[in-house]
């Protein structure tokens, strides 16, 4: 799902998002992708914006997740027991379990790294019988954390907020991430403005060797493709690159 963002409004780009996943639920989509910090847009201001873990916009995903008997992904800013401010991309469930990501890689480029604490865990899925692992915007640049898990991973998700001067960037580490660990990735992105910002989306989902299988233009649209854990498996048993990497 590739939608502008209400700047630090979060019921109204939830009220948004909320017919565009009613669409891609109807066009037969298993697991629904928004982009990072999809309610409030990439605010550096986690006092305004961050809810506590199961808050509002968690609990839409939830809702929205059992209302279609999907699964949906998006990065949300969050307060956590603790009292510190997390990049989460939350997963929701059907059956209204989360489980949550905190971006490993804040980007200080922005100074996200003096309102966020960083994560520092891997999370890898189940979503019926497909290895998904959770990744957010920054993330994509470093290639060693996906190197780690690629032995476990079908495919990787990337929520983003990636503005237009670095979009050849985007484009050209998501096809890297895919071929390198000889897995599916999806980048999400946003589109339209923030401070002046503009951002292009081009949201795309890669296959393991690195055939683009959509790439979305700017406009707000949903897009579909199959994921297949078979293909990975296949690609992987015909090009078998993996078993020369050393750690």
């Known amino acids: 799902m590739q939608h502008d963002i209400a700047w630090e409004d979060p019921e109204t780009t939830r009220a948004k998002t909320e017919p565009m996943i009613a669409e891609a639920a109807g066009a037969g989509a298993r697991l629904i992708v928004l982009p990072e910090m999809f309610a409030t847009g990439f605010s550096m201001q986690p006092e305004l ?3 506590d873990e199961g808050g509002p916009t968690e609990q839409f995903l939830v809702q929205q997740a059992a209302e279609h008997a999907a699964h949906l992904v998006g990065s949300v800013a969050q307060r956590g027991e603790d009292g510190r401010y997390r990049n989460n991309a939350v997963l929701a469930r059907p059956d209204g379990s989360v489980t949550r990501y905190a971006k490993i890689h804040p980007f200080s480029f922005a100074g996200e790294h003096e309102r966020y604490a960083a994560g520092s865990d891997f999370v890898t899925v189940d979503v019926e019988g497909l290895r998904v692992s959770l990744f957010v915007c920054y993330d994509l640049r470093f290639a060693d954390e996906f190197w780690a898990l690629a032995a476990t991973t079908d495919l990787y998700l990337v929520p983003a ?5 670095r979009h050849e960037h985007w484009r050209a ?11 599916y990735v999806l980048g999400v992105n946003r589109i339209g403005a923030a401070a002046d910002l503009p951002h292009d989306g081009g949201s795309a989902l890669i296959d393991p060797l690195g055939a683009t299988v959509f790439e979305a233009d700017t406009a707000a649209a949903v897009h579909t493709g199959d994921v297949e854990a078979d293909v990975v498996q296949q690609t992987r048993t015909t090009f078998p690159f993996l078993a020369d990497r050393r750690a």
């Open 49 to 51: 914006i961050a809810e």
């Open 161 to 165: 907020n990636w503005p237009r001067p």
């Open 173 to 183: 580490l998501l096809r890297a991430r895919a071929i390198e660990n000889q897995a």
